[in-house]
């Protein structure tokens, strides 16, 4: 982020760099990620281009054995921000 963008996010992020997994409902096989950034509240991922995000779906993160319901706020290329949903 640049140093003149404004913080937007409600929780601090932290770094990771964590093997993900993208499953939905409507989608096929499971998509590969990278959890690069997490938080109470979302998660920012790296997904290789080309790439059919929906948006809603579950992050799966097996080395942590978690799972969790999220939705899609932005990309930007490589780079999707979500939040975890209740």
């Keep these: 982020m640049s140093p003149w963008t404004p913080e937007r996010r409600s929780r601090p992020r932290h770094s990771t760099y964590l093997e993900g997994r993208i499953t939905g409902k409507d989608s096929g096989a499971?998509?590969?990620?990278?959890v690069w950034d997490l938080s109470e509240t979302g998660v920012r991922l790296i997904i290789p281009a080309p790439a059919d995000v929906p948006l809603k779906f579950e992050?799966?993160?097996?080395?942590?054995?978690?799972?969790?319901?999220?939705?899609?706020?932005?990309?930007?290329?490589?780079?999707?921000?979500?939040?975890?949903?209740?």
């Design 30 to 34: 499971p998509l590969d990620c990278t």
């Design 59 to 86: 992050l799966q993160i097996p080395a942590e054995d978690a799972r969790a319901m999220v939705q899609l706020v932005w990309n930007s290329g490589a780079h999707y921000g979500a939040r975890f949903m209740d």
